[in-house]
């Protein structure tokens, strides 16, 4: 008897213990710092990555956030998509709050935006969502946020010409993974210049191997919420599609010199779980190796 009750105990403590990592993941981020080198850069910058907020607040107006992102000083801000959520139902949801709260960082620094699956699910769906969605477009775009919703702009002064990718919605589909036709982004970006710095926001990132064989020098993504449970050793359990143990789950990845910065994000919708797996902001170190 007293063997069972020492078990009966230990399990109690354990699942306490695993609710605890979960709300804490679940209401706090870190910052995660990584360093690009390129020749083609003509000076050094920083760049803040942020993706999968999903309508998450951080305190009032998102200022913990907000005042994390000021602390580390970036020159430029890239969103990677899902800001919002599609699935919120209204009067639960903070579209307006995200949208003020873009707009408020547009406002201080350069900010370029890509959507992510749930942007443009909203968009296409129309009804109360998509108007949500044109107004936070509108509150964002009026700011100074530049969207790229499948156009690039070119950063002269940095020699960094800066792609945002917006992927049909069949490019995310679950557990079959549909192909990525070789030719996808020359038909979308035309020819990637290879003088310039090719800067590619993409928020699906299975698609990697396709972005750098387009000649992205550096791709930014989501998405896959860092696996939502992280296990020593083995990494992110399960991605948004339904794969375990996805290729990308979090952190840089190389093909040759080609780099995927791939954010964990900062909050998660349908299942409220973050273990072992708290939010995450990128500040990327943009370093030029110009002679």
Same mark, same amino acid.
């Not at 998102?62 to 959520?85: F, V």
């Given at each position: 008897?007293?063997? *069972?009750?020492?078990? *009966? ?31 083609? $850069? ?10 999968? *907020?999903? +309508? ?27 800001? $919002? ?70 950063? +002269? ?22 192909? $990525?036709?070789?030719?996808?982004? +020359?038909?979308?970006?035309? &020819? ?11 928020? %699906? ?25 992280? $296990? ?24 040759? %010199? ?7 994000? *900062? ?8 273990? %072992? ?12 190796? &110009?002679?």
């Amino acid at each position: 008897m007293i063997y *069972l009750i020492l078990i *009966l105990i230990l399990i109690l403590i354990l699942a306490v213990a695993v609710i605890a990592i979960i709300y804490h993941d679940m209401n706090n981020f870190v910052i995660r710092k990584y360093e690009i080198h390129s020749t083609k $850069l003509t000076k050094d910058f920083t760049f803040c990555l942020l993706s999968d *907020l999903h +309508e998450k607040m951080f305190g009032d107006n998102n200022e913990r956030l907000y005042d994390a992102i000021c602390k580390n000083s970036p020159d430029i801000i890239l969103i990677a998509g899902d800001m $919002l959520t599609a699935f919120n139902e209204h009067g639960n949801d903070h579209y307006d709050e995200i949208g003020e709260f873009v707009a408020r960082l547009s406002s201080k620094f350069p900010v370029y935006a890509a959507n992510g699956n749930h942007e443009t699910k909203m968009d296409i769906l129309g009804g109360l969502r998509g108007r949500a969605y044109k107004s936070y477009e509108d509150k964002i775009t009026k700011a100074g946020c530049v969207l790229l919703r499948n156009e690039s702009i070119y950063l +002269e002064d940095l020699n960094v010409e800066v792609n945002g990718l917006e992927l049909e919605r069949d490019y995310f589909r679950k557990v079959v993974k549909r192909e $990525l036709p070789n030719d996808y982004l +020359e038909n979308v970006f035309g &020819k990637a210049d290879d003088s310039r710095f090719q800067v590619l926001i993409a928020h %699906n990132p299975i698609y990697f191997e396709e972005y750098a064989k387009w000649g992205a020098d550096l791709t930014v993504s989501g998405h896959v919420h860092g696996g939502i449970i992280r $296990l020593p050793f083995l990494g992110g359990v399960i991605s948004p599609a339904m794969v375990l143990f996805p290729k990308y789950d979090g952190g840089l990845f190389k093909i040759g %010199n080609k780099s995927l910065i791939l954010s964990r994000g *900062l909050s998660t919708h349908s299942i409220p779980v973050r273990f %072992n797996n708290p939010g995450e902001v990128c500040m990327i170190r943009m370093l030029s190796d &110009k002679k």
